[in-house]
């Protein structure tokens, strides 16, 4: 009777078809052992030696004896397996240990590991999903369910977040192990050993190149954050050209983070307190600060270098400050590969070709169809001026801005709009800024929208600050939906149509769906400044 093979946890990794010499995938291959594994593959190695954990010696001084015996073992593999399929060689590295440490950066698939999962992991078993939202500040979640459940399950956006890694049981424990994990490496525990792993890798490689995993995960593939080192370098590249040569085509500035501006003094590109402040900032403005030799031979790392200040109001001191590579947006399209990448807050991501097409076609169909509502450009120091002045020169108009109402304990203040017209608009404006910006805009009129529909005390509260000829007659009666219609206003210096970052145009994408499911008419109304 043969004798049956234990359990092996293997961390898998795709490298790339550009690499094929070992020197080119493994880091100072020179200093480690290797072993070639005849007709598998070839093991590189690192000398392995005991030590002393730093914390028995911080944390314990002398309290501990020397002749403790307390000791940690550094231990480092990685096999290298080339394999053929259809008469294709791909080289795939397994990571033992630290093993992964000795992989050269950029050498492997990037979600090579998650794609393979979603193709052998049953999805009404999942078990933990690792998340990124997109739409807000960009934010890190993790989460477990307590028994196996379904995508749904865990509240994901498929349109704002990127999904980072999943584990969840097999469909075949047998073949596949119990649960498996998959992220850019494939992590699971399988009956595999050194005799088998070659069928096990062309048996994974499979699962990779299938496209099963679309039938319950193919929105997977709409937001995916790049890590390919020569795909960024060349992104980069052309990002620098394109500030080299004005116009600039699909890239612009903007204020990464929400901020307060009534608080806001203006901007600056140098420390120097006698520099000229900027309403706002931008890439002309910026590029314009620039020297003519750094203009001339501009850098990424120049970008990064270079400060944008943001100056208070109360004290002109520094109240917030970004690098500008971080206040860039800036979209590419390879029209060979048909590809369209973003780049946000100082990373760049891969869209899903149909994905950015839907999503900037339902833009420009809301864009196109504007609002009837008409308010006067905008030449004012903060936006609760502008909306004070607007209500005062048009009777049609009240300006209910910083009037935020609290409900209860769930709910922080919500402000129920900015300016409110007499027949039933609620108008919410923001000055143009980036992503996280401009999502903060499109949610409150949400929450707002939802809020008002479903809550009788809301509009008991929002009527006690609408002065008497705006107010509600009946504050009990749910109100009707299709005869408010919600106003998203975005104050912008650009001449040209308005246009925002892409990942805002998902946020106000979803914001339109869920507001016009509950009835209400929802338009975009671009406010000029100084008459553009």
Same mark, same amino acid.
């Given at each position: 009777?043969?004798?049956?093979?234990?359990?092996?946890?293997?961390?898998?990794?795709?490298?790339?078809?550009?690499?094929?010499?070992?020197?080119?995938?493994?880091?100072?291959?020179?200093?480690?052992?290797?072993?070639?594994?005849?007709?598998?593959?070839? +093991?590189?190695?690192?000398?392995?030696?005991?030590?002393?954990?730093?914390?028995?010696?911080?944390?314990?001084?002398?309290?501990?004896?020397?002749?403790?015996?307390?000791?940690?073992?550094?231990?480092?593999?990685?096999?290298?397996?080339?394999?053929?399929?259809?008469?294709?060689?791909?080289?795939?590295?397994?990571?033992?240990?630290?093993?992964?440490?000795?992989?050269?950066?950029?050498?492997?698939?990037?979600?090579?590991?998650?794609?393979?999962?979603?193709?052998?992991?049953?999805?009404?078993?999942?078990?933990?999903?690792?998340?990124? #939202?997109?739409?807000?500040?960009?934010?890190?979640?993790?989460?477990?369910?307590?028994?196996?459940?379904?995508?749904?399950?865990?509240?994901?956006?498929?349109?704002?977040?990127?999904?980072?890694?999943?584990?969840?049981?097999?469909?075949?424990?047998?073949?596949?192990?119990?649960?498996?994990?998959?992220?850019?490496? /494939?992590?699971?525990?399988?009956?595999?050993?050194?005799?088998?792993?070659?069928?096990?890798?062309?048996?994974?490689?499979?699962?990779?190149?299938?496209?099963?995993?679309?039938?319950?995960?193919?929105?997977?593939?709409?937001?995916?954050?790049?890590?390919?080192?020569?795909?960024?370098?060349?992104?980069?590249?052309?990002?620098?050209?394109? /500030?080299?040569?004005?116009?600039?085509?699909?890239?612009?500035?903007?204020?990464?983070?929400?901020?307060?501006?009534?608080?806001?003094?203006?901007?600056?590109?140098?420390?120097?307190?006698?520099?000229? /402040?900027?309403?706002?900032?931008?890439?002309?403005?910026?590029?314009?600060?620039?020297?003519?030799?750094?203009?001339?031979?501009?850098? /990424?790392?120049?970008?990064?270098?270079?400060?944008?200040?943001?100056?208070?109001?109360?004290?002109?001191?520094?109240?917030?400050?970004?690098?500008? +590579?971080?206040?860039?947006?800036?979209?590419?399209?390879?029209?060979?590969?048909?590809?369209?990448?973003?780049?946000?807050?100082?990373?760049?991501?891969?869209?899903?070709?149909?994905?950015?097409?839907?999503? #900037?076609?339902?833009?420009?169909?809301?864009?196109?169809?504007?609002?009837?509502?008409?308010?006067?450009?905008?030449?004012?120091?903060?936006?609760?001026?502008?909306?004070?002045?607007?209500?005062?020169?048009?009777?049609?108009?009240?300006?209910?801005?910083?009037?935020?109402?609290?409900?209860?304990?769930?709910?922080?203040?919500?402000?129920?709009?900015?300016?409110?017209?007499?027949?039933?608009?609620?108008?919410?404006?923001?000055?143009?800024?980036?992503?996280?910006?401009?999502?903060?805009? +499109?949610?409150?009129?949400?929450?707002?929208?939802?809020?008002?529909?479903?809550?009788?005390?809301?509009?008991?509260?929002?009527?006690?600050?609408?002065?008497?000829?705006?107010?509600?007659?009946?504050?009990?009666?749910?109100?009707?939906?299709?005869?408010?219609?919600?106003?998203?206003?975005?104050?912008?210096?650009?001449?040209?149509?308005?246009?925002?970052?892409?990942?805002?145009?998902?946020?106000?994408?979803?914001?339109?769906?869920?507001?016009?499911?509950?009835?209400?008419?929802?338009?975009?109304?671009?406010?000029?400044?100084?008459?553009?």
């Amino acid at each position: 009777m043969a004798k049956k093979i234990p359990s092996n946890k293997l961390s898998i990794y795709l490298v790339k078809k550009d690499y094929s010499a070992h020197e080119d995938i493994v880091k100072n291959i020179q200093t480690l052992n290797a072993e070639d594994l005849n007709g598998v593959g070839t +093991f590189y190695y690192g000398d392995s030696f005991e030590f002393t954990p730093s914390w028995v010696k911080k944390f314990f001084g002398m309290a501990i004896s020397n002749s403790a015996r307390i000791f940690s073992a550094s231990a480092k593999g990685l096999l290298l397996v080339e394999i053929t399929k259809d008469a294709e060689k791909r080289i795939f590295a397994i990571a033992f240990g630290y093993g992964w440490q000795s992989l050269k950066p950029g050498v492997i698939e990037e979600r090579f590991g998650l794609k393979t999962a979603l193709g052998i992991i049953d999805p009404d078993n999942l078990r933990k999903i690792d998340k990124k #939202n997109m739409v807000t500040v960009p934010k890190d979640t993790s989460e477990q369910l307590s028994k196996a459940g379904i995508a749904s399950d865990f509240g994901i956006d498929i349109e704002q977040d990127l999904i980072r890694s999943v584990t969840g049981k097999s469909i075949d424990e047998k073949k596949y192990g119990k649960y498996i994990t998959g992220k850019d490496s /494939l992590s699971i525990s399988v009956r595999v050993n050194i005799s088998s792993i070659k069928d096990f890798l062309k048996i994974c490689y499979e699962r990779y190149l299938s496209d099963d995993y679309k039938k319950y995960f193919d929105w997977i593939d709409q937001i995916a954050e790049i890590k390919d080192i020569k795909l960024i370098e060349e992104l980069n590249n052309k990002l620098i050209e394109n /500030l080299k040569n004005s116009p600039f085509n699909k890239t612009w500035m903007a204020v990464p983070d929400v901020v307060e501006w009534e608080h806001v003094s203006g901007f600056r590109y140098s420390h120097k307190k006698e520099e000229e /402040l900027k309403d706002d900032i931008d890439v002309s403005s910026f590029m314009n600060f620039l020297s003519d030799d750094e203009k001339q031979n501009l850098t /990424l790392g120049l970008l990064k270098n270079k400060i944008v200040y943001c100056i208070s109001s109360q004290n002109d001191e520094i109240k917030h400050h970004w690098n500008a +590579f971080s206040c860039l947006y800036c979209e590419e399209h390879d029209n060979v590969k048909n590809k369209t990448f973003i780049l946000s807050n100082g990373k760049w991501y891969e869209i899903e070709s149909d994905f950015s097409q839907q999503v #900037n076609a339902d833009f420009q169909s809301l864009r196109t169809s504007g609002s009837t509502v008409t308010l006067p450009s905008y030449n004012h120091d903060n936006e609760n001026e502008y909306n004070k002045a607007a209500a005062i020169s048009d009777g049609n108009l009240c300006c209910m801005d910083c009037n935020c109402i609290t409900i209860d304990k769930t709910h922080s203040k919500i402000e129920f709009c900015d300016l409110m017209t007499k027949d039933k608009k609620f108008i919410h404006i923001k000055r143009y800024g980036g992503s996280s910006v401009l999502s903060h805009l +499109f949610s409150q009129g949400l929450v707002s929208g939802e809020l008002f529909l479903r809550d009788t005390k809301f509009r008991e509260k929002v009527n006690e600050k609408l002065p008497d000829s705006f107010k509600i007659s009946n504050v009990k009666a749910k109100p009707i939906a299709s005869q408010h219609e919600v106003v998203y206003g975005i104050i912008s210096s650009c001449s040209e149509d308005l246009d925002i970052p892409f990942f805002s145009k998902v946020s106000l994408r979803t914001a339109k769906n869920r507001l016009e499911t509950f009835g209400y008419k929802v338009s975009l109304l671009k406010i000029s400044t100084n008459g553009n």
